[in-house]
């Protein structure tokens, strides 16, 4: 049989949870509602109970066949896994990795931010699998990034590791980011940055585009689909991001200079043809080597959390 270990993944809305071989072959997944009431403090006993149905549904014993459970949290998290604040979920001052152990009869938990967390998902399964340097960049409503250096996650002293999404990169920038700045890539790469820009263009110009349709409810889908059907606007809104986006993967290539950029999140499923624009401007930027880090697509989509999470376990 061998061991198994669990990957949980708290999110938001639900946690997602899957319980794998220590090979990577996921066995199977599930999800519970994320109960936020009386400052979550409901969110890991639901976990642990959950977790128990399960394991004993299949057959196994908590204390012998699991290995440990990986945790992955929205929010910064300290080398003893304690957390100091989870603005989605309501924690503050907690140590979930130490409650979750005691709620699992005392079984290894470790923990790590969620977006570090999915990066070494796809190190291990996903885009980045027979790597052991990668960097991956999530555009998704914000802009996320984990660091994985010799198969490790490299959170950093002050867990700001890999938050690429706040690299300042336009300096012409008025309107403020969600973290105070202004400029950061975040601002022009997500999702919400792409329909932002579409936004602008529309207003500064007469061009006729398809993206006029949608009006100021105009969506990055809407802009990356346009754009590869040669839409004249919406490709203009995709340079911008190309170019900005090719300067930050450059910036973080001669800090960290992984085996490979993984890029995930929403954005992303607009696939080879973001990636192709994105490689030119990357390189433009990146003229010290022809040997550098190559650009990829995370592959595991939204259960890049829980395999990371259950990787965790086996470092």
Not at 128 to 150: A, E, P, R
Request: glycine share 14%; with cysteine.
């Amino acid at each position: 049989m061998g061991m198994k270990c669990i990957g949980v993944d708290v999110r938001g809305t639900s946690v997602k949870m899957g319980i794998f071989e220590t090979t990577g072959e996921l066995l199977d997944k599930w999800e519970v509602k994320t109960r936020k009431e009386e400052n979550g403090k409901y969110i890991l006993p639901d976990v642990a109970a959950s977790i128990r149905e399960k394991v004993s549904a299949m057959g196994l014993d908590l204390k012998t066949d699991i290995a440990g459970a990986g945790l992955g949290v929205p929010g910064p998290v300290m080398p003893d896994g304690s957390v100091e604040v989870c603005v989605n979920l309501g924690w503050k001052n907690v140590n979930p990795q130490k409650e979750l152990s005691a709620l699992l009869d005392g079984i290894p938990v470790k923990s790590g931010n969620d977006a570090n967390v999915a990066a070494l998902g796809e190190m291990w399964q996903g885009g980045g699998k027979g790597y052991d340097n990668l960097v991956m960049i999530t555009l998704g409503t914000g802009v996320g990034g984990g660091v994985i250096l010799d198969q490790k996650i490299v959170a950093g002293r002050h867990g700001l590791a890999g938050e690429i999404g706040h690299i300042h990169v336009r300096d012409e920038e008025k309107e403020y980011c969600n973290c105070g700045g202004q400029g950061c890539l975040e601002q022009i790469c997500s999702a919400t940055g792409i329909a932002r820009e579409a936004r602008r263009k529309m207003a500064a110009s007469e061009t006729a585009s398809v993206l006029r349709q949608y009006g100021d409810n105009v969506s990055a889908k809407n802009v990356l689909d346009a754009a590869k059907e040669g839409d004249e606007l919406a490709l203009e809104v995709m340079a911008v991001v190309s170019h900005y986006l090719g300067l930050a993967l450059s910036q973080a290539a001669l800090i960290a200079d992984p085996d490979i950029f993984v890029i995930g999140g929403g954005v992303s499923k607009a696939g080879q043809f973001l990636i192709d624009m994105v490689q030119k401007d990357y390189d433009h930027f990146m003229t010290i080597s022809k040997n550098k880090a190559r650009l990829g697509l995370a592959t595991l989509g939204n259960d890049a959390g829980i395999y990371g999470a259950a990787r965790l376990i086996l470092q």
